[in-house]
Protein backbone atom coordinates (compact mmCIF):
# COMPACT_ATOMS: atom_id res chain seq x y z
CA UNK A 1 0.00 0.00 0.00
CA UNK A 2 1.17 3.62 -0.92
CA UNK A 3 2.10 5.81 1.91
CA UNK A 4 0.49 9.02 1.65
CA UNK A 5 2.59 12.46 2.06
CA UNK A 6 1.69 12.86 5.41
CA UNK A 7 2.40 8.96 6.49
CA UNK A 8 6.28 9.53 5.20
CA UNK A 9 6.79 12.79 6.40
CA UNK A 10 5.75 11.95 10.47
CA UNK A 11 8.13 8.95 9.58
CA UNK A 12 11.02 11.07 8.66
CA UNK A 13 10.39 13.26 11.72
CA UNK A 14 10.66 9.89 13.75
CA UNK A 15 13.55 8.32 12.31
CA UNK A 16 15.79 11.56 12.70
CA UNK A 17 15.13 11.70 16.12
CA UNK A 18 15.72 8.09 16.73
CA UNK A 19 19.21 8.22 14.54
CA UNK A 20 19.99 11.60 16.23
CA UNK A 21 20.05 9.80 19.84
CA UNK A 22 21.61 6.70 18.86
CA UNK A 23 24.84 8.85 16.89
CA UNK A 24 24.54 11.26 20.43
CA UNK A 25 24.89 8.37 22.65
CA UNK A 26 28.40 7.11 20.40
CA UNK A 27 29.84 10.31 20.50
CA UNK A 28 28.94 12.35 23.89
CA UNK A 29 32.90 11.94 25.52
CA UNK A 30 33.80 13.55 22.54
CA UNK A 31 31.75 16.41 22.75
CA UNK A 32 32.50 16.91 26.32
CA UNK A 33 36.44 17.10 25.79
CA UNK A 34 35.39 20.13 22.93
CA UNK A 35 33.44 22.16 25.52
CA UNK A 36 36.33 21.69 28.21
CA UNK A 37 38.71 22.55 25.76
CA UNK A 38 36.41 26.02 24.88
CA UNK A 39 35.84 27.32 27.70
CA UNK A 40 39.57 27.11 28.96
CA UNK A 41 42.12 30.37 28.48
CA UNK A 42 39.34 32.70 29.05
CA UNK A 43 40.86 36.15 30.50
CA UNK A 44 37.58 37.55 31.06
CA UNK A 45 36.44 34.91 33.59
CA UNK A 46 39.65 34.00 36.38
CA UNK A 47 37.64 30.95 36.89
CA UNK A 48 38.68 29.50 33.28
CA UNK A 49 41.50 31.23 32.54
CA UNK A 50 43.78 28.09 33.66
CA UNK A 51 44.91 26.07 30.24
CA UNK A 52 44.46 22.27 32.46
CA UNK A 53 44.21 20.32 28.82
CA UNK A 54 46.91 20.21 26.10
CA UNK A 55 44.15 18.98 23.18
CA UNK A 56 41.50 16.49 23.01
CA UNK A 57 43.24 13.42 23.94
CA UNK A 58 45.01 15.13 27.42
CA UNK A 59 41.32 16.06 28.04
CA UNK A 60 40.00 12.92 27.75
CA UNK A 61 42.83 11.11 29.78
CA UNK A 62 42.69 14.07 32.56
CA UNK A 63 38.81 14.07 32.82
CA UNK A 64 39.03 10.12 32.95
CA UNK A 65 41.81 10.12 35.30
CA UNK A 66 40.75 12.67 37.56
CA UNK A 67 37.15 13.00 37.26
CA UNK A 68 35.91 9.29 36.33
CA UNK A 69 35.37 8.06 33.43
CA UNK A 70 31.41 8.84 33.79
CA UNK A 71 32.20 12.65 33.94
CA UNK A 72 32.79 11.88 30.01
CA UNK A 73 29.07 11.55 29.84
CA UNK A 74 27.87 14.39 32.21
CA UNK A 75 25.11 15.84 30.75
CA UNK A 76 24.22 13.23 28.26
CA UNK A 77 20.60 13.21 29.30
CA UNK A 78 19.85 16.64 28.54
CA UNK A 79 21.70 16.25 25.18
CA UNK A 80 19.55 13.10 24.07
CA UNK A 81 16.53 15.09 25.12
CA UNK A 82 17.94 17.86 23.08
CA UNK A 83 18.39 15.22 19.96
CA UNK A 84 14.68 14.24 20.80
CA UNK A 85 13.88 17.43 20.12
CA UNK A 86 16.38 18.97 18.11
CA UNK A 87 17.08 16.20 15.62
CA UNK A 88 13.45 15.22 15.01
CA UNK A 89 13.15 18.48 13.90
CA UNK A 90 15.58 19.66 12.63
CA UNK A 91 16.23 16.32 9.78
CA UNK A 92 12.27 15.99 9.64
CA UNK A 93 11.59 19.83 8.61
CA UNK A 94 14.58 19.46 6.09
CA UNK A 95 13.12 16.89 4.17
CA UNK A 96 9.97 17.52 4.44
CA UNK A 97 10.68 21.28 2.80
CA UNK A 98 12.65 19.17 0.35
CA UNK A 99 9.56 17.40 -0.24
CA UNK A 100 7.23 20.18 -1.00
CA UNK A 101 9.73 22.21 -3.17
CA UNK A 102 10.52 19.15 -5.14
CA UNK A 103 6.54 18.77 -5.65
CA UNK A 104 6.53 22.85 -6.37
CA UNK A 105 8.95 22.38 -9.14
CA UNK A 106 11.80 24.50 -6.89
CA UNK A 107 14.15 21.68 -5.95
CA UNK A 108 14.75 20.42 -9.35
CA UNK A 109 16.73 22.60 -12.23
CA UNK A 110 14.73 21.24 -15.33
CA UNK A 111 17.86 21.82 -17.31
CA UNK A 112 20.23 19.78 -15.37
CA UNK A 113 18.20 17.41 -13.71
CA UNK A 114 20.23 18.52 -10.65
CA UNK A 115 19.30 19.67 -6.82
CA UNK A 116 19.35 23.65 -7.06
CA UNK A 117 21.77 24.58 -4.45
CA UNK A 118 19.95 27.92 -3.06
CA UNK A 119 16.85 25.66 -2.30
CA UNK A 120 18.39 23.24 -0.33
CA UNK A 121 20.53 25.97 1.61
CA UNK A 122 16.79 27.19 2.26
CA UNK A 123 15.55 24.21 3.64
CA UNK A 124 18.69 23.32 5.84
CA UNK A 125 18.94 27.26 7.18
CA UNK A 126 15.03 27.31 8.05
CA UNK A 127 15.35 24.07 9.68
CA UNK A 128 18.13 24.32 11.41
CA UNK A 129 16.75 27.96 12.67
CA UNK A 130 13.86 26.47 14.34
CA UNK A 131 14.74 23.17 15.78
CA UNK A 132 17.84 24.77 17.51
CA UNK A 133 15.76 27.73 18.86
CA UNK A 134 13.43 25.01 20.42
CA UNK A 135 15.98 22.86 21.53
CA UNK A 136 17.85 25.46 22.96
CA UNK A 137 17.30 24.74 27.11
CA UNK A 138 18.39 21.21 26.60
CA UNK A 139 21.37 22.64 25.24
CA UNK A 140 22.25 24.79 28.11
CA UNK A 141 22.11 22.42 30.77
CA UNK A 142 23.89 20.26 28.46
CA UNK A 143 26.91 22.86 28.59
CA UNK A 144 26.87 23.83 32.78
CA UNK A 145 26.81 20.11 32.94
CA UNK A 146 30.06 19.11 30.81
CA UNK A 147 31.30 22.17 32.09
CA UNK A 148 30.49 20.95 36.15
CA UNK A 149 31.69 17.02 35.37
CA UNK A 150 32.16 15.02 38.39
CA UNK A 151 32.77 15.12 42.31
CA UNK A 152 31.66 18.24 44.16
CA UNK A 153 30.53 19.83 41.41
CA UNK A 154 28.39 17.26 40.03
CA UNK A 155 24.38 18.27 39.58
CA UNK A 156 21.88 15.87 38.52
CA UNK A 157 19.94 17.36 35.56
CA UNK A 158 16.69 18.51 37.91
CA UNK A 159 19.02 20.43 39.89
CA UNK A 160 20.93 22.13 36.94
CA UNK A 161 17.46 23.28 35.85
CA UNK A 162 16.36 24.35 38.92
CA UNK A 163 19.36 26.37 39.77
CA UNK A 164 19.33 28.13 35.93
CA UNK A 165 15.67 28.56 36.58
CA UNK A 166 15.41 30.15 39.95
CA UNK A 167 18.33 32.22 39.49
CA UNK A 168 18.25 33.19 35.82
CA UNK A 169 14.46 32.86 35.36
CA UNK A 170 12.87 31.12 31.78
CA UNK A 171 15.22 33.57 29.94
CA UNK A 172 18.21 31.89 31.17
CA UNK A 173 17.56 28.72 29.65
CA UNK A 174 17.49 30.35 26.21
CA UNK A 175 21.51 32.11 27.34
CA UNK A 176 23.23 32.00 23.72
CA UNK A 177 19.81 31.35 21.89
CA UNK A 178 20.96 33.78 19.24
CA UNK A 179 24.39 32.04 18.49
CA UNK A 180 22.75 28.60 18.67
CA UNK A 181 20.80 29.38 16.06
CA UNK A 182 23.09 31.29 14.08
CA UNK A 183 25.63 28.15 14.50
CA UNK A 184 22.70 25.97 13.67
CA UNK A 185 21.98 28.22 10.15
CA UNK A 186 26.03 27.47 9.05
CA UNK A 187 26.01 23.70 9.66
CA UNK A 188 22.63 23.25 8.45
CA UNK A 189 23.44 25.24 5.57
CA UNK A 190 26.83 23.26 5.19
CA UNK A 191 26.47 19.87 6.47
CA UNK A 192 22.90 18.83 4.87
CA UNK A 193 23.62 19.84 1.26
CA UNK A 194 27.17 19.05 0.93
CA UNK A 195 25.94 15.37 2.41
CA UNK A 196 23.48 15.72 -0.33
CA UNK A 197 25.68 16.67 -3.24
CA UNK A 198 28.16 13.53 -2.49
CA UNK A 199 25.59 11.35 -1.98
CA UNK A 200 24.11 11.77 -5.45
CA UNK A 201 27.51 11.67 -6.81
CA UNK A 202 28.62 8.76 -5.51
CA UNK A 203 25.19 6.91 -6.13
CA UNK A 204 26.49 6.11 -9.53
CA UNK A 205 29.94 4.71 -7.86
CA UNK A 206 28.83 2.52 -5.15
CA UNK A 207 25.22 2.39 -4.97
CA UNK A 208 22.56 3.09 -2.39
CA UNK A 209 25.15 1.83 0.24
CA UNK A 210 26.58 2.17 3.36
CA UNK A 211 29.82 2.84 2.28
CA UNK A 212 28.29 5.92 0.39
CA UNK A 213 26.63 7.45 3.54
CA UNK A 214 30.09 6.94 5.46
CA UNK A 215 32.02 8.84 2.74
CA UNK A 216 29.59 11.34 1.73
CA UNK A 217 28.81 12.19 6.28
CA UNK A 218 32.75 12.70 6.37
CA UNK A 219 33.06 15.12 3.46
CA UNK A 220 29.97 17.51 5.25
CA UNK A 221 31.03 16.73 8.71
CA UNK A 222 34.90 18.35 7.69
CA UNK A 223 33.08 21.01 5.81
CA UNK A 224 30.76 21.99 8.50
CA UNK A 225 33.07 22.02 11.65
CA UNK A 226 35.51 24.52 9.56
CA UNK A 227 32.44 26.68 8.80
CA UNK A 228 30.94 26.19 12.37
CA UNK A 229 33.49 26.23 15.21
CA UNK A 230 34.23 29.75 15.68
CA UNK A 231 30.24 30.25 16.49
CA UNK A 232 30.31 27.10 18.80
CA UNK A 233 33.13 28.84 20.82
CA UNK A 234 30.89 31.76 20.86
CA UNK A 235 27.86 29.75 22.05
CA UNK A 236 29.63 27.40 24.49
CA UNK A 237 31.15 30.51 26.14
CA UNK A 238 28.36 32.56 26.73
CA UNK A 239 26.07 29.77 27.83
CA UNK A 240 28.96 28.62 30.52
CA UNK A 241 29.51 32.47 31.42
CA UNK A 242 25.78 33.76 31.68
CA UNK A 243 25.67 31.54 34.62
CA UNK A 244 27.33 34.11 36.97
CA UNK A 245 24.48 36.84 36.39
CA UNK A 246 22.72 35.22 39.06
CA UNK A 247 25.42 34.19 41.55
CA UNK A 248 27.87 36.61 41.25
CA UNK A 249 25.72 39.80 40.89
CA UNK A 250 28.70 41.83 42.13
CA UNK A 251 30.97 41.29 39.52
CA UNK A 252 28.31 40.94 36.70
CA UNK A 253 30.33 43.74 34.64
CA UNK A 254 33.80 42.42 34.13
CA UNK A 255 32.70 38.92 34.10
CA UNK A 256 29.94 38.77 31.64
CA UNK A 257 30.23 38.79 27.74
CA UNK A 258 26.99 40.82 26.45
CA UNK A 259 26.56 39.14 23.63
CA UNK A 260 27.85 37.34 20.56
CA UNK A 261 30.30 40.02 19.07
CA UNK A 262 31.55 40.95 22.31
CA UNK A 263 32.26 37.30 23.14
CA UNK A 264 34.06 37.16 20.01
CA UNK A 265 36.11 40.39 20.08
CA UNK A 266 37.32 39.46 23.69
CA UNK A 267 38.43 36.37 23.10
CA UNK A 268 40.09 37.42 20.30
CA UNK A 269 41.87 40.25 21.64
CA UNK A 270 43.32 38.61 24.74
CA UNK A 271 43.68 35.06 23.29
CA UNK A 272 44.32 35.12 19.51
CA UNK A 273 42.63 34.61 16.37
CA UNK A 274 42.76 31.18 16.46
CA UNK A 275 40.97 30.91 20.02
CA UNK A 276 38.29 30.60 18.14
CA UNK A 277 38.77 27.37 17.09
CA UNK A 278 39.22 25.87 20.18
CA UNK A 279 37.93 22.14 19.91
CA UNK A 280 38.11 21.79 16.37
CA UNK A 281 39.73 18.60 16.32
CA UNK A 282 36.98 16.68 18.67
CA UNK A 283 34.32 18.76 17.12
CA UNK A 284 35.30 17.55 13.59
CA UNK A 285 36.40 13.86 15.20
CA UNK A 286 33.14 13.86 16.11
CA UNK A 287 31.26 15.26 13.74
CA UNK A 288 32.68 12.13 11.46
CA UNK A 289 31.38 9.26 13.88
CA UNK A 290 28.25 11.69 14.54
CA UNK A 291 27.10 12.09 10.79
CA UNK A 292 28.08 8.16 10.33
CA UNK A 293 26.26 7.07 12.67
CA UNK A 294 22.89 9.29 11.80
CA UNK A 295 23.01 9.14 8.07
CA UNK A 296 24.03 4.87 8.30
CA UNK A 297 20.89 4.33 10.67
CA UNK A 298 18.78 7.05 9.05
CA UNK A 299 19.30 5.53 5.12
CA UNK A 300 18.32 1.89 6.58
CA UNK A 301 15.57 3.11 8.30
CA UNK A 302 14.00 4.82 5.18
CA UNK A 303 14.28 1.61 3.97
CA UNK A 304 11.84 0.22 6.07
Known amino acids: ?14 YGGIASILAEFGTFPIDTTKT ?11 KFSQLRYGGMIDAFFKIARDEGVTALYSGVWPAVLRQAVYGTIKYGTYYSLKSFAREGGLLVDPKTGSE ?3 CTVVCAATAGVI ?6 PTDVLKVRMQVSGKGSRQKSLWK ?5 YKFEGVKGLWRGVVPTTQRAIIITSVDLPVYDFCKSRLLNIFGDQPITHCISS ?4 LSAAIASTPMDV ?4 LMNQKHLLALNETNVTQNIYRGSFHCAIETVRHEGLMALYKGFIPAWMRMGPWNAIFFVTFE ?5
Do not use: H, P
Request: aromatic share 8%.
Open 36 to 46: RLQIQGQKIDK
Open 234 to 237: VRTR
Open 116 to 118: RVW
Open 300 to 304: QMKKL
Open 218 to 221: SISS
Open 131 to 136: SSALAN
Open 160 to 164: CFYEI
Open 1 to 14: MKETLKERDIKIFA
